[in-house]
């Protein structure tokens, strides 16, 4: 196999130390840091491919991400602004009231994955926060997670703040949580709606290339 079909196996395997192995060889073998950049991101399309078909299951696509992740932080330091950049730039957090973490964790992985820089606010997020973190941190797009039914509102809450801010417009935004459907998505203003991370990150692409 190749260097990078090597770490594209190494990726889909969850290999998260072997990783790290795999792309200090492949670095000191002469690959540019952008063709490892390419072959994590394809592998993780992968990834996702099999987890949308049943394929693949939540924990292995959790070490796969991570795997991911360990081979990204050796590579970073070496790719120009514009390779770091990647696809584009998103935000996620969980709403405000909040606490869980593992699904929206777990989309936010998964975006990364697929070549995008993600920041995670974490839980518990405040409209406000979500307001500010778009005014500084000019993300293309926002993910806001929920699993509470009660919830539900501070989702409409950050949408409308957003409005009253004057940035609904710089920013696409997408909803996603067990309670959340594309009719509530429809009904509060979000640009789309994605059950699951392997959806997401197809909603992802779609909104912001």
Known sequence: MSSTEVLMQLVINGDTEGIVGGVQAALEDGL????????????????????RVGNMFIPEVLLSAKAMQNGMAL?????????????GKVVIGTVQGDLHDIGKSLVGMMIEGAGFEVIDLGVDVSATKFVEAVKTLQPD????????????SYMLDTIN?????????EVKVIIGGAPVTQEFADAIGADGYAPDGASAVLKVRELIG
């Open 32 to 51: 540019e840091a952008k063709i490892v950049l390419h072959a994590l991101v394809e592998a993780m399309d992968r990834v996702g491919e099999e987890w």
């Open 75 to 87: 590579i970073r330091p070496q790719l120009t602004s514009s390779e770091a950049s990647m696809r």
């Open 141 to 152: 797009l926002i993910a806001l997670s929920t699993l509470l039914t009660t919830t539900l």
């Open 161 to 169: 703040s957003l409005k009253e801010a004057g940035l609904r417009s």
